[in-house]
């Protein structure tokens, strides 16, 4: 069965320092999003993305964060001066359409910021 | 936020039993309703959904309840195995509003031998 797959599975970055966490979404899905979720709380969602651009992001993801499909297979989050509270297991997720159709998720990337 | 919620941390069940997990809502803009199981280590995985214009959807063990009016949708497991036993996460999507999922804070079910 395809897969959502991300990598690194565990990332520690010191404070102030630039990060990129990568996905290769299921193939012949066409929306793409991360999400996170902090040790204890809920999973959050950050953003969305179709047809190469955002469609929607939440309050969370603000100028420090930035997501680019460079090729036909990757997706990637950049936390651009990474804070303590990044700290986080950051999930990738993809689905072939929007409309009652399920969200596949990857296994994560711990982001620890030291 | 608070608009979807998962009041039991936890369940203890025995195996071969039901296992009954809820979950309420408050967007009544809501429409796509889904349950997701997570083991240690893993992402989350999708395990059964149901759209707001049905009240039940089953696929093998699993059988989802969706109680519009109530605001609540619960998830059965019959029969309970060993190996059900993870986090139970539902999350809801307001198709009309982006595709972002809402999530619960889950509930940890445990399957006794």
């Known amino acids: 069965e395809p897969e959502v797959t991300q990598t690194p599975s565990h990332q520690v970055t010191q404070m102030g320092q630039e990060v990129i966490l990568r996905c290769v979404p299921i193939?012949?899905?066409?929306?793409f999003y991360w999400y996170r979720q902090i040790l204890g709380q809920k999973v959050e969602f950050l953003v969305s993305?179709?047809?190469?651009?955002?469609?929607?992001k939440s309050e969370i993801f603000d100028d420090q964060f930035s997501v680019e499909r460079p090729d036909g297979s990757n997706f990637t989050l950049k936390i651009r001066s990474t804070k303590l509270e990044d700290s986080a297991m950051y999930f990738c997720?993809?689905?072939?359409?929007?409309?009652?159709?399920?969200?596949?998720f990857g296994d994560g990337t711990r982001l620890s910021i030291l | 936020d608070q608009q979807v919620k998962q009041n039991s941390p936890s369940l203890s069940v025995q195996e071969g039993r039901i296992s009954i997990l809820n979950c309420d809502y408050t967007?009544?803009?809501?429409?796509?309703f889904l349950w997701y199981k997570k083991y240690p280590a893993e992402g989350p995985t999708f395990l059964i959904s149901?759209?707001?214009?049905?009240d039940k959807n089953e696929d093998g063990r699993f059988t989802v309840f969706l109680n519009k009016s109530a605001k609540h949708l619960s998830l059965h497991i019959v029969p309970s195995q060993p190996g059900d036993s993870a986090v139970y996460f539902c999350?809801?999507?307001?198709?009309?509003?982006?595709?972002?999922?809402?999530f619960g804070g889950g509930t940890r079910l445990m399957v006794k031998p």
């Open positions: 993305f179709y047809n190469n651009e955002i469609s929607e």
């Open positions: 149901i759209s707001s214009i049905k």
């Open positions: 967007n009544s803009m809501f429409d796509y």
């Open positions: 999350a809801a999507q307001n198709n009309n509003a982006g595709n972002m999922l809402t």
């Open positions: 193939s012949n899905h066409l929306y």
């Open positions: 997720a993809s689905g072939r359409t929007v409309l009652n159709q399920p969200q596949h």
